[in-house]
């Protein structure tokens, strides 16, 4: 009649695993996240995204909560082709609206997992509903290389 929970939890084996199970999002020190209204035009968001060179812009309320994500994605399989001019299209029209999210707090593993069951390459990090940062797969990838070299 023992506690049996220890032995559902599946024990790292290396640094790289552990690092994943107790690290929090925190430590990979997400980016800043690139933001447009979700009054923007696509025209307005395309702009964002070229010059920040980033994959995904997060789509903000008036209150700055987040209400979606618009990424590359949604413009290959949304816009292209379309003969309307990008100015009169509404991001909030072609976002992923209420995407799944991540806190500072949140473990990598819970993160990564996320990613990998959605098929997400970009995860809002939010506190309280307001974006705080933009997690990618190359930034958990980067950080699990760098723990091989040392």
């Keep these: 009649m023992g ?3 220890a032995l559902d939890r599946p024990a790292p084996q290396d640094r790289i695993e552990r690092s994943l199970m107790n690290d ?3 430590i990979l020190k997400p980016n800043a996240p690139a933001i447009v209204q979700q009054t923007a035009n696509v025209a307005e968001a395309l ?21 979606g994500i618009f990424s590359e994605r949604d413009l290959l399989r949304k816009i292209a082709g379309l003969d309307t001019p990008l100015e009169s299209l509404l991001v909030q029209h072609f976002m992923t609206p209420q995407p799944e999210t991540v806190g500072l707090r949140d473990k990598l593993a819970f993160a990564l997992h ?14 309280d509903g307001i974006p705080v940062g933009m997690l990618s797969v190359r930034d ?10 040392s």
């Design 140 to 149: 958990i990838i980067r950080h699990m290389t760098s723990m091989c070299s």
């Design 24 to 26: 929090s999002v925190s």
């Design 3 to 5: 506690d049996l929970t």
């Design 47 to 67: 702009s964002v995204l070229l010059g920040r060179d980033v994959g995904a812009v997060l789509v903000v309320g008036e209150s700055g909560q987040l209400v």
């Design 114 to 127: 996320k990613m990998d069951v959605g098929g997400y390459r970009h995860l809002p990090v939010v506190e």
